[in-house]
């Protein structure tokens, strides 16, 4: 893969011009640009309805868009999709690892599905499983899980085959703050390692833990900086108050 | 191919882990095998007679006696008048009417001829097309009994008889379990293999995880695959197992080689599930795939020619059942196990299932996306 760098030499995982999404007469994404660098936790912030599963589902090459163009990890979005997938990891709103299957089986099959060979799924699954705690719990079905260790596990999962991009929606949705702050070291973790996130979140404590955010208003960017500037911007406090400054102009319903 | 393994491994441990299905998978059709067949009789008895005797003579009671003897009939009333008898059939006691006119006796004598009416409670089209016809085989036969009594049979008979002697070929003793049970089989199949692979899909779409799927590099056909096979292998089971019952239980054994049956079932399965993968691509829930499914199943069996020969069916309705897989299956599966036919009587059955199956799943495969 030829290396995107942008003017300041960092590597570009992400690229989206223009991108947009249409429903009929619905916009759901609206002419969206920005680019993601390579390590960074990017934040994607928006009330609900604002278009940001319908970005980052684009970006996954899971929906076509509608216009504009998007690169990521260098792949085009609409003719690179399989390419994408490979490259990138998801963790959907909705849990989605299978309930009927143990936590030991779930990460052997997604390793199996992206390619791992039989020693790297061995090894790799005893890791994750003791980076999580799980030794005593791997061969429990994982419906019996509590929520905060199923996300967990979801985003370990997600990262398992060392994807250069990580998509989480909303990812600490539901869960307490003890294990909110665990799941934000399992991302600076990965970042660590070089991967990128695209992290998406109603909780405006973890836009602060980001490297930068854009808040997204009725589908489409209406803002783009790290945590700092934005607040020097709004000439307010906290993150809190960027966001209620934003989202007020919002017209579309809630929902 | 390592990631159809890995589908495999999962689908498979989901399958056994999922007791209740996997029960019901088994169950369900040892049951049905057992009851249905035993229920679905097609010799009508028990038809309800409501009998308007207005002659009261020996013969009539002779006729009625008859009549009762057979074991179709089942005296429900003796009326006086036909009006009496009619309110029988308006509540739904009685299924036919036979009325005995006034001198029936005499007249049968002295003029050589007489009349006698039945009206039919059409309401249920089998029992009242059947006792009707019953009625008037058995009144015939009695009405020989009179000739052979009255006239003194001469040097010249002065009716002219023509008498048929019928046998049947590959089922001498018209058990009619001979060929519903091959019947009910194929049907029992058909309804595995299509619920179980279009409910399977669609579940995964509802919980979400074809979305999990969807994001990773995962080959379409493997993917396909992966939900084909486990569910191939299983309508294989059910079948063996519906064999095997029916050999227990009914004593039919297939004349024919069931290596032919194998091979066919094995084609007509990839068809079938071909078809409950395409019915999956299109729906959203396990709802709209389950009513999709059972408006095509209730198609395919009550045109599969189980009930109803398709032969008598109008021509729009042959041309319908000429898409139908489920005939085939039944044709075939009576072909083999009842007649004994060989692989190549049954090839032109098998070519178009294939058809069926080759176009099903590309048609699944292409409309299954990815990205939408």
């Known amino acids: 893969m030829e290396n995107h760098k942008n003017g300041r030499g960092e590597e570009v995982s992400i690229r989206a011009d223009k991108l947009t999404k249409q429903y ?112 005593g719990e791997a061969n429990k079905l994982v419906a019996s899980l509590p929520l905060g260790w199923k996300q967990k596990l979801a985003f370990s999962v997600a990262v398992l085959h060392q994807p ?30 070089g991967v990128t996130i695209f992290v998406t979140t109603h909780y405006m404590d973890e836009a602060e833990y980001c490297n930068r955010i854009s808040i997204m208003v009725d589908g489409s960017i209406a803002a783009l900086d790290t945590p700092h500037r934005l607040k020097q911007q709004f000439g307010v406090a906290s993150m809190d108050e960027v966001f209620y400054q934003l989202a007020r102009e919002a017209k579309r319903a809630d929902g | 191919m390592r990631t159809v393994l890995f589908l495999l491994q999962k689908e498979f441990r989901q399958i056994f882990r999922n007791k209740s299905i996997l029960a019901i998978i088994m169950v369900m059709p040892v049951v049905q095998l057992i009851i249905m067949p035993l229920a679905a ?58 009325e005995i006119p006034h001198g029936f006796e005499k007249k049968l004598i002295r003029e050589d001829e007489q009349q006698l009416f039945i009206a039919v409670n059409a309401i249920n089209g089998t029992k009242a097309n059947l006792g009707g016809a019953y009625l008037g085989q058995i009144i015939r036969a009695y009405n020989q009994d009179i000739r052979l009594e009255l006239v003194q049979p001469g040097r010249i008979n002065p009716i002219p008889v023509i008498e048929i002697t019928s046998s049947n070929w590959f089922n001498p003793l018209m058990n009619y379990k001979f060929f519903m049970v091959p019947g009910i089989l194929a049907i029992l199949v058909t309804m595995v293999g299509g619920f179980l692979t279009s409910l399977n899909i669609v579940r995964e779409k509802e919980i979400g995880t074809i979305e999990q799927i969807n994001v990773t590099p995962i080959r379409k056909h493997h993917f396909i695959l992966g939900k084909l096979i486990p569910f191939w292998i299983l309508g294989n089971v059910v079948f063996t197992v519906g064999l095997l019952v029916s050999w227990l239980v009914y004593g039919i054994v297939p004349v024919g080689n069931p290596g032919v049956l194998y091979s066919f079932i094995a084609v007509y399965l ?66 083999v196990i009842l007649k004994g036919s060989g692989f190549r009587e049954i090839l032109p059955h098998l070519g178009i299932i294939a058809g069926f199956a080759v176009v099903l799943n590309s048609w699944a495969i292409l409309n299954y996306k990815k990205t939408t």
């Not at chain 1, 999709?81 to 052997?108: A, C, H, P, V, W």
């Not at chain 1, 539901?174 to 909110?180: K, M, S």
């Not at chain 2, 006696?65 to 009006?83: E, V």
């Not at chain 2, 078809?275 to 009550?302: H, K, N, P, R, Y």
């Open chain 1, 164 to 193: 250069r991009i990580v998509f989480l929606d909303e990812p600490t949705g539901g869960v307490d703050p003890v294990t909110r702050r665990q799941f934000w070291d399992l991302i600076y973790q990965a970042a660590d390692q």
């Open chain 2, 270 to 335: 990839l068809a079938i599930m071909g078809f409950g993968l395409l019915v999956s691509t299109f729906c959203e829930t396990q709802q709209q795939a389950m009513f999709i499914m059972f408006f095509f199943m209730m198609v395919f069996i009550l045109m599969g020619g189980l009930f109803t020969p398709i032969e008598s069916m109008p021509d729009w309705a042959r041309a319908i059942a000429a898409f139908n897989p489920v005939s085939y299956l039944i044709n075939v599966m009576r072909l």
């Open chain 1, 24 to 135: 009929g007469d619905f916009i759901a994404a609206n002419a969206i640009s920005f680019e993601v660098y390579k390590g960074e936790i990017f934040g994607f912030l928006g009330a609900n309805g604002a278009g940001k599963t319908t970005a980052m589902r684009m970006l996954c090459g899971l929906s076509t868009p509608s216009s504009g163009s998007a690169t990521i990890a260098g792949f085009d979005v609409y003719k690179e999709t399989e390419e994408i997938k490979k490259n990138i990891g998801y963790m959907s709103q909705k849990f989605s690892l299978y309930e009927d299957l143990t936590i030991l089986e779930n990460i052997r099959f997604y390793g199996g599905i992206y390619g791992l060979s039989r020693g790297e799924l061995r090894e790799k699954s005893a890791a994750l499983i003791a980076r999580l705690g799980l030794q």
């Open chain 2, 41 to 98: 009789d097609y010799e009508v008895k028990n038809i309800n007679l409501a009998v308007v005797d207005h002659d009261h003579s020996s013969y009539s009671r002779q006729l009625i006696s008859k009549i009762t003897a057979s074991g179709y009939f089942r005296l429900a009333d003796y009326s006086a008048t036909f009006k009496e008898a009619m309110k029988f059939i308006e509540s739904d006691h009685a299924d036919v009417v036979l």
